[in-house]
């Protein structure tokens, strides 16, 4: 009885506390999305790269098929896009757009990282500094359809700029310790501190070009994932030392939020922190609580956990794909995107987000 009492609860919470985006009113004029592998909708498909996702089964519960999304459906940044009360998703930076960028655009790609040599092993990439420079063209771009810089900037203020970097800068460099310098560079804490001074330079570029509501995702629990448990042989839920980096990360991550909110340099932006690292982690020890099941292997894939290799093109991925966690070695599942996105957008729990959550800052 105490989970359909659960269950019951988040539902009636979610009923009556999201009226805006069930209603479908778009809630800001534009949404720009930076990222990795957990957000591309498309923009490494023709690019000479490992990181690709344009075949089956990628996509098998998505509108269109295989899009170029890591994941069996909908992404983070699609969930989002829906509870922001957008009628279409925000398109790949990659595709011809025309005056739609008016509505945003998605610049992430897989294997992406703060350093530019993240994630080289796996082939071309678009690293974030890159995507700032493909946001610099944007911007110009925004200007001449809205005649001038000046109209760009007033335009761009009410939009939302949603960031997320440092999974590949240490699952694909860092703790790759025969492709990457950097472990016998630095310490974990180091190489953090490192990470952290860069990003802290490449947000208040995407400030320099208009940014003012901007959501900075924390890193989810990276030692959780199918490849990581396959990869140590590992019978308990995560690996530790990897995830003791992530929450180093996260806590820099979270001081940096408050060092930009009390910067009176920006004192018209906005920034806030999204803690899916303890929104998956209480999905990971209690999944029944919110409709899902596995927790501890892949959707698609091979090996150990599914993990060993991931999800294979034409591979026949689990039949019960909205009781997973993992769609495959490193991602998650449209269901458990969908959960995330929600507490994001507005938090079930004080915990979920900081200093506050999506749909407050965008009312701003």
């Known amino acids: 009885m105490?989970?359909?009492?659960?269950?019951?609860?988040?539902?009636?919470?979610?009923?009556?506390?999201?009226?805006?985006?069930?209603?479908?009113?778009?809630?800001v004029p534009c949404y720009f999305i930076f990222g990795d592998s957990l957000v591309d909708n498309g923009n490494n498909n023709h690019l000479v790269t490992?990181?690709?996702?344009?075949y089956l089964p990628h996509g098998i519960d998505f509108s269109s098929?295989?899009?170029?999304?890591f994941c069996n459906g909908r992404t983070f940044a699609d969930f989002t896009a829906e509870n922001l009360g957008f009628t279409s998703y925000i398109p790949p930076f990659a595709s011809p757009n025309g005056s739609d960028i008016l509505l945003g655009l998605n610049y992430a790609s897989a294997a992406a990282g703060i350093r530019n040599e993240t994630g080289f092993h796996l082939g071309d990439r678009i690293t974030f500094d890159q995507q700032l420079k493909n946001h610099e063209m944007t911007v110009s771009s925004i200007g001449d359809i809205l005649g001038g810089a000046d109209?760009?900037?007033?335009y761009l203020k009410k939009c939302l700029y949603h960031v997320g970097f440092g999974s590949n800068d240490y699952l694909n460099n860092y703790f790759i310790p025969s492709m990457y310098e950097t472990s016998n560079m630095f310490t974990v804490e180091e190489f953090t501190k490192v990470l952290i001074q860069q990003y802290r330079s490449q947000i208040l570029a995407l400030y320099n070009y208009g940014a003012r509501k901007v959501a900075l995702?924390?890193?989810?629990?990276?030692?959780c994932t199918p490849y990581e448990l396959s990869r140590h042989s590992s019978n308990d839920l995560c690996v530790e030392y990897i995830d003791s980096a992530v929450k180093l990360f996260n806590h820099n991550l979270k001081l940096l939020v408050d060092e930009f909110n009390n910067d009176t340099r920006l004192q018209d932006a906005r920034f806030i922190y999204l803690n899916f690292y303890d929104m998956s982690m209480e999905v990971i020890r209690q999944p029944t609580s919110l409709g899902l099941r596995v927790v501890d292997s892949a959707c698609c894939g091979t090996g150990l956990n599914n993990g060993a290799v991931s999800c294979l093109p034409f591979e026949l991925p689990?039949?019960?794909?909205?009781?997973?966690?993992?769609?495959?070695?490193?991602h998650s599942t449209e269901?458990?995107?969908?959960?995330a996105s929600r507490r994001a957008y507005l938090?079930?729990?004080?915990s979920d987000v900081y200093p506050f959550d999506i749909y407050h800052l965008v009312q701003l």
């Not at 689990?318 to 490193?330: G, P, Q, V």
């Open 318 to 330: 689990c039949s019960n794909r909205d009781e997973y966690f993992f769609w495959d070695a490193y």
């Open 335 to 339: 269901a458990a995107n969908n959960i």
């Open 217 to 223: 995702s924390g890193l989810g629990p990276i030692g």
């Open 65 to 69: 098929g295989p899009t170029g999304r």
């Open 50 to 54: 490992l990181a690709k996702a344009i």
């Open 347 to 350: 938090a079930l729990n004080p």
């Open 151 to 154: 109209s760009a900037s007033t």
């Open 2 to 27: 105490a989970y359909f009492h659960e269950v019951f609860m988040i539902i009636l919470f979610y009923g009556l506390f999201l009226p805006t985006w069930v209603v479908g009113k778009q809630q």
